[in-house]
């Protein structure tokens, strides 16, 4: 495997795994999609929902009650789901560092090397996959609830579409999945 390609993969990786952390700790999962008459800009995340006034710009946010307490089912799984794609995603960048050729650790046992280019890469690819499926669990159930909503024409004021960090988690973790494939396809 080349240095350009351990090189790529690794920049990737740190790239996805700093932008799957931004995601799960950020606010803005779900955003309503109301019409102009809006005064206000609603934002619901995992951790909080805020609420920031088109006019001056003011933005108030409440913390949900407690992080043990009866969440919506797509809060928990998401929470937990990103939070262990998190942690997968960083201990497989510091395999990985240790793992690439042009680090001095370990140079005179390439085999060494390459065996924690490919762990790093399933460690990568499997949260990534949690990433992913979070992200994709959350994105599903918001459009479930709205679809259900506008079947029943329901109308109760706030409608909420897909957040920048919904779409920042999907994005990330495909990063994560793509460097994977290549740090497990590409061994030599």
Known sequence: MSVVSQTAAFGTALLSTLFLVIATCTDCWMVNTDDSLEVSHKCRGLWRECVTNTQDGVKTCDQYDSILADHPVKIVVTRTLL????????????????????????????????????????ILGVGGVLGLIGSV???????????????????????????????????SSTGCLLSAAVLTCRLR
């Not at 794609?85 to 390439?110: H, I, K, Q, W, Y």
Request: some cysteine.
């Open 137 to 171: 669990w959350y994105a599903v159930d918001v459009y479930v609830e709205r679809a259900a909503l506008v079947a029943h024409n329901v109308f109760l004021g706030v409608h909420y579409d897909f957040g920048w960090s919904c779409w920042l988690g999907m994005g």
């Open 83 to 122: 939070i262990a794609a998190d942690l997968l995603a960083g201990l497989a960048l510091a395999a990985l560092l240790l793992g690439l050729e042009c680090t001095t650790f370990l140079r005179e046992e390439p085999h060494v090397k390459l065996k924690m280019r490919f762990v790093a890469g399933v």
